[in-house]
């Protein structure tokens, strides 16, 4: 089997797996916190994972708590986001002096704060699926994770990929530990996803080099298949 198929092969399990992913009922009782509530819209607590603002609302909450099981098991303190903004085409905050740029998500160091434009996502979630909220903002929480990790990387490529991949292990965690389920569904979902999420007019690293959408998806299966730890 030559290296191609194989990876080909491992991704194929991993959009097989992770496709249509839905909130577990036992998640869809459990309120956003009001302090840090649904970043736009109204969310009704009764309908969690239903609409784009509970679907971004529990990727954030979930992603957050995975984290913070990890680093504790880990013996380790994880430090929650700040705030987590929505923002609309212009308007959004600052992050050390560079401005937001529309249609982008972002994690900002300076502020320890995720922000996202929200009709943006919102056109993603109505034509690629919930998946995308499922990517982006647990990709944007990875960098958060990186920060506190202290992480450093030469090439912000390098950054980026891992932040894959810990998309891939939180979501597999979420799944593995009964807050999302997976249901099969269209392959293509993810795949169109991954090539179209993340920071694609990123400025705040300097460079945009993000890695190819193989690269992308290889590396997001490399998180949800084998774990966090080995990001
Ligand atoms: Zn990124």
Redesign the pocket.
Known sequence: MTPRALSTLVLAAVLTASCSLVASPKDRHSAPDPATGPASGSASPSALGQTFEEDVELARTLTERYWQQTFQAAGRTYRPLSRFEAYSGQDGPDCGGQPAVPENAFYCPVGHFVAYDAQWMRSLYEEKGDGAVYVIIP??LG?AVQAQLMSDFSLNINR?LQ?DCYAGGALKGMIDAGQLEAESGDDEELLANLAAA??PT?AWWREDA?GTPAERQQSFAKGYNNGVNTC
């Open positions: 990709h944007e960098h980026e932040a993340g920071d990123d993000h």
